[in-house]
Nanobody
Framework: QVQLVESGGGSVQPGGSLRLSCAAS????????MAWCRQAPGKEREFVAT????????WLADSVKGRFAISGNNAKNTVSLQMNSLQSEDTAVYFC??????????????????WGQGTQVTVSS
């Protein structure tokens, strides 16, 4: 059974930073991908970032490029999202996701089968 557990959410002022972490169990990272998606109130869940082990690569949504970075630790089966220069528009519940997406769905929530419970990120002055 796959389990994804997020940590690191919280409240921060605009311009601040947060780091989210996700620990996976029961999921084989090799050949698959792990991602972060977010959902703001009244909006659809949207892709934020993903990392694939083989072939190794990362993708970021245009809205977070230059501010967010995704990284993975294969030995620990964890993935992290470093979020800098946070803006109020980044306020959302952030979900860790995992799966074996095809290329066309790597940057889409529908490409991922397994989901964590989510962690709240609030950016407000």
């Amino acid at each position: 059974q796959v389990q994804l557990v997020e940590s690191g959410g919280g409240s921060v002022q605009p311009g601040g930073s947060l780091r989210l972490s996700c620990a996976a169990s029961g999921f084989t990272f090799s050949g698959g991908a792990m991602a972060w998606c977010r959902q703001a109130p009244g909006k659809e869940r949207e892709f934020v970032a993903t990392i694939r082990r083989s072939p190794s690569n990362t993708w970021l949504a245009d809205s977070v490029k230059g501010r967010f970075a995704i990284s993975g630790n294969n030995a620990k089966n964890t993935v992290s999202l470093q979020m800098n220069s946070l803006q109020s528009e980044d306020t959302a519940v952030y979900f860790c996701a995992a799966g074996y997406p095809i290329t066309s769905t790597l940057a889409s929530p529908r490409g991922y089968r397994f989901w964590g419970q989510g962690t709240q990120v609030t950016v407000s002055s």
